[in-house]
């Protein structure tokens, strides 16, 4: 029996599927793991992977056209599953260039739009970031007090934002704000008059990843600044949609690297004259973990198919990320107890992943959130409304 | 140019492999592109970048062996043929030369042909010299740095003292070392784009090989495994150490 791959899933991926995961699996392996502990410690995105992970076809990745390689959801899931084994700050700058940013120009954008900015995103010579929570407004978007407002043709913008994946690398944001006919998406270049970012530093969590906060004194924008395929809060929530969905997969990379982890160390690590894999509590914690793994696998597979169908309904994707992220962490969790002392150093990566899972727990809507979305779709009622 | 790359579907060699009837178990086993191929396919996408032409990929194999042709193709190759025949299971080098030779000449013609130093499974290393002998072209062997220009090429071919620097017409015959190169990334448009790829599927009658032609010469007497790794040997330096450690080396023929 295979100790990770338990059901036998391999079948059910194309071979196509199959050579995007391998290639994805040894980008990762030459290219993200030689330096994650020392970028994690020294709290930094190497940034010049970007046009790595761009001459690779991820950037985008499910997107066609543009530059794009046009794969299908199933291949994005697996190419953010192998990232994240690696570390969430990688998948987390995909998610966000790909799905977040990326999405809505593909989705929303003009065809001006589009050309402009696409390609460059896709070959990563071009990173975008995705401007949607505030200060005080993060379960609650809605409530944001950014603001666009018409001035002759141009939109003058004002407002922060915060928590902003990519926001101090970023070479455009997608930024959402309250204009007078609802929210509005608008694409801030870097260098634009009265838009600043600043770095959140002292994050014990993805910290091989730029989080920042974004700043809109006075913005002004031309008219064509604004996506002008969507007005209100579809817009945004339509692009968390399609980031969750890469976490449902993503996650079960950060459990998988733990558990291998923890069980390689349980078949080494002796205690009593024996390894500690032998003793019945540890089987049960690493049995646990297998099972989770497997299952939480199956869940994104048969998510991913029915993306790829096109029939997947947003509460699905808050099915899939409340269940994995918090068996991830979970999972991570009790890998770090199998380690014993050496699971809280940066040797091993199991306290990285654990730490870097708090953050997954939150963003793109919190466990708290996801768990309600499930409540109002089987009871009918809205408990946050 | 028109380059064609031999390439070879071998069990992953990451994974321990198996006996089967004295052969290495090769159906049910997680199989991969020979890594020493790699270096080859990026050979030939390298000219091709510089001078233009086609890429064709040639393998013999179990239909299997198609992944390994597919992944060759997401690099970036234009083509692919495999020949698949239940009759060339088991093949011996010769027979293994003889088919790939029928299969370039039946592919067109071609300026160079490619192919790994040795496979990363049989480790013989004598197919690419019978193979250029069949093709009757001048072969190249060892290549760790090449140079092309109008109808020839210029590689710096290792040997066990250094390097020599030879000069071919072409068409002709080189293997690659490991190193000639880094290998690109299979990039997902490259994969997407593979599948649309044309392969050729060929049996040996389709090459108008006689049965004879593909009966292996070649019989395995006896397989064994390996001997085990011996713990390294500890000199206590009493004062003849240094000599004794050039001496070591000088036997490994480092120095």
């Given at each position: 029996?295979?100790a990770?791959?338990f059901?036998?899933?391999?079948?059910?991926?194309?071979?196509?599927?199959?050579?995007?995961?391998?290639?994805?699996?040894?980008?990762?392996?030459?290219?993200?793991?030689?330096?994650?502990?020392?970028?994690?410690?020294?709290?930094?995105?190497?940034?010049?992977?970007?046009?790595?992970?761009?001459?690779?076809?991820?950037?985008?990745?499910?997107?066609?056209?543009?530059?794009?390689?046009?794969?299908?959801?199933?291949?994005?899931?697996?190419?953010?599953?192998?990232?994240?084994?690696?570390?969430?700050?990688?998948?987390?700058?995909?998610?966000?260039?790909?799905?977040?940013?990326?999405?809505?120009?593909?989705?929303?954008?003009?065809?001006?739009?589009?050309?402009?900015?696409?390609?460059?995103?896709?070959?990563?010579?071009?990173?975008?970031?995705?401007?949607?929570?505030?200060?005080?407004?993060?379960?609650?978007?809605?409530?944001?007090?950014?603001?666009?407002?018409?001035?002759?043709?141009?939109?003058?913008?004002?407002?922060?934002?915060?928590?902003?994946?990519?926001?101090?690398?970023?070479?455009?944001?997608?930024?959402?704000?309250?204009?007078?006919?609802?929210?509005?998406?608008?694409?801030?270049?870097?260098?634009?008059?009265?838009?600043?970012?600043?770095?959140?530093?002292?994050?014990?969590?993805?910290?091989?990843?730029?989080?920042?906060?974004?700043?809109?004194?006075?913005?002004?924008?031309?008219?064509?600044?604004?996506?002008?395929?969507?007005?209100?809060?579809?817009?945004?929530?339509?692009?968390?949609?399609?980031?969750?969905?890469?976490?449902?997969?993503?996650?079960?990379?950060?459990?998988?690297?733990?558990y291998?982890?923890?069980l390689?160390?349980?078949?080494?690590?002796?205690?009593?004259?024996?390894?500690?894999g032998?003793?019945q509590l540890t089987q049960e914690k690493l049995v646990n973990m297998m099972l989770e793994i497997n299952?939480?696998?199956?869940?994104?597979?048969?998510?991913?198919?029915?993306?790829?169908?096109?029939?997947?309904?947003?509460?699905?994707?808050?099915?899939?990320?409340?269940?994995?992220?918090?068996?991830?962490?979970?999972?991570?969790?009790e890998?770090?107890?199998?380690?014993?002392?050496?699971?809280?150093?940066?040797?091993?990566?199991?306290?990285?992943?654990?730490?870097?899972?708090?953050?997954?727990?939150?963003?793109?809507?919190?466990?708290?959130?996801?768990?309600?979305?499930?409540?109002?779709?089987?009871?009918?009622?809205?408990?946050?409304? | 140019?028109?380059?064609?790359?031999?390439?070879?579907?071998?069990?992953?060699?990451?994974?321990?492999?198996?006996?089967?009837?004295?052969?290495?178990?090769?159906?049910?086993?997680?199989?991969?592109?020979?890594?020493?191929?790699?270096?080859?396919?990026?050979?030939?996408?390298?000219?091709?970048?510089?001078?233009?032409?086609?890429?064709?990929?040639?393998?013999?194999?179990?239909?299997?062996?198609?992944?390994?042709?597919?992944?060759?193709?997401?690099?970036?190759?234009?083509?692919?043929?495999?020949?698949?025949?239940?009759?060339?299971?088991?093949?011996?080098?010769?027979?293994?030369?003889?088919?790939?030779?029928?299969?370039?000449?039946?592919?067109?013609?071609?300026?160079?042909?490619?192919?790994?130093?040795?496979?990363?499974?049989?480790?013989?290393?004598?197919?690419?010299?019978?193979?250029?002998?069949?093709?009757?072209?001048?072969?190249?062997?060892?290549?760790?740095?090449?140079?092309?220009?109008?109808?020839?090429?210029?590689?710096?071919?290792?040997?066990?003292?250094?390097?020599?620097?030879?000069?071919?017409?072409?068409?002709?015959?080189?293997?690659?070392?490991?190193?000639?190169?880094?290998?690109?990334?299979?990039?997902?448009?490259?994969?997407?784009?593979?599948?649309?790829?044309?392969?050729?599927?060929?049996?040996?009658?389709?090459?108008?090989?006689?049965?004879?032609?593909?009966?292996?010469?070649?019989?395995?007497?006896?397989?064994?495994?390996?001997?085990?790794?011996?713990?390294?040997?500890?000199?206590?330096?009493?004062?003849?150490?240094?000599?004794?450690?050039?001496?070591?080396?000088?036997?490994?023929?480092?120095?």
């Open positions: 029996m295979d990770v791959d059901l036998d899933l391999e079948p059910l991926l194309t071979e196509e599927e199959k050579m995007i995961r391998d290639t994805c699996r040894r980008f990762v392996g030459d290219r993200v793991m030689p330096g994650i502990e020392k970028w994690f410690e020294a709290a930094e995105f190497p940034v010049e992977v970007a046009t790595e992970l761009g001459s690779l076809g991820l950037l985008g990745m499910h997107l066609s056209g543009y530059g794009c390689a046009g794969t299908n959801a199933v291949s994005y899931g697996l190419a953010c599953l192998e990232l994240e084994a690696g570390d969430a700050g990688f998948r987390s700058f995909v998610s966000v260039q790909g799905s977040l940013a990326m999405w809505p120009i593909w989705k929303y954008g003009s065809e001006e739009q589009k050309q402009e900015w696409l390609p460059r995103m896709a070959a990563g010579e071009a990173i975008g970031c995705f401007g949607l929570t505030e200060p005080d407004f993060g379960s609650d978007p809605a409530g944001m007090r950014t603001s666009a407002k018409k001035n002759g043709s141009d939109w003058v913008l004002n407002g922060n934002k915060l928590w902003i994946t990519n926001g101090g690398i970023a070479d455009v944001a997608i930024v959402w704000a309250r204009t007078d006919e609802g929210v509005r998406g608008f694409l801030v270049p870097r260098n634009t008059k009265g838009f600043t970012t600043r770095d959140i530093h002292r994050k014990l969590s993805l910290r091989a990843s730029v989080t920042s906060e974004l700043i809109l004194d006075n913005c002004r924008l031309p008219a064509d600044a604004v996506l002008p395929g969507v007005t209100g809060m579809k817009g945004p929530l339509s692009c968390l949609s399609e980031a969750r969905f890469g976490i449902v997969w993503g996650v079960m990379g950060s459990a998988r690297a733990c291998e982890c923890a390689e160390y349980s078949k080494t690590r002796i205690a009593f004259d024996k390894p500690i032998s003793f299952k939480g696998l199956l869940l994104a597979l048969h998510l991913g198919r029915k993306k790829d169908d096109g029939n997947l309904a947003p509460q699905q994707v808050s099915f899939g990320k409340l269940n994995n992220v918090r068996e991830a962490l979970a999972i991570a969790r890998a770090r107890t199998i380690l014993g002392a050496n699971g809280v150093t940066l040797e091993y990566p199991v306290i990285r992943h654990a730490n870097n899972l708090e953050s997954v727990l939150t963003y793109e809507g919190t466990s708290e959130i996801h768990t309600l979305i499930l409540g109002q779709a089987i009871t009918g009622l809205n408990a946050f409304a | 140019m028109n380059i064609v790359v031999c390439v070879k579907h071998i069990p992953d060699p990451n994974i321990p492999g198996e006996l089967e009837g004295g052969r290495l178990k090769r159906s049910g086993v997680q199989g991969v592109l020979d890594p020493g191929d790699e270096f080859g396919v990026e050979t030939g996408l390298q000219l091709k970048e510089a001078h233009g032409g086609e890429v064709t990929l040639v393998s013999m194999g179990p239909p299997t062996a198609m992944e390994a042709i597919r992944r060759g193709l997401s690099m970036g190759a234009d083509k692919g043929l495999l020949v698949s025949d239940d009759a060339l299971q088991g093949a011996c080098a010769l027979v293994t030369a003889r088919v790939l030779a029928a299969a370039i000449k039946k592919s067109g013609p071609f300026d160079l042909v490619i192919a790994g130093v040795e496979s990363t499974d049989g480790y013989t290393g004598t197919m690419p010299s019978t193979l250029a002998e069949l093709l009757d072209v001048p072969q190249v062997t060892f290549v760790k740095r090449l140079d092309s220009a109008d109808g020839t090429i210029r590689a710096d071919r290792q040997t066990a003292e250094g390097y020599q620097v030879v000069e071919s017409p072409l068409p002709a015959l080189i293997t690659v070392t490991a190193g000639v190169n880094s290998p690109r990334y299979a990039s997902f448009k490259g994969i997407m784009a593979a599948k649309k790829k044309p392969v050729d599927n060929l049996s040996i009658g389709d090459l108008g090989l006689s049965s004879e032609e593909v009966t292996s010469m070649q019989q395995i007497a006896s397989v064994g495994s390996a001997e085990a790794r011996k713990a390294g040997e500890v000199i206590e330096d009493d004062g003849t150490g240094a000599q004794r450690v050039a001496e070591f080396l000088k036997e490994a023929k480092v120095i």
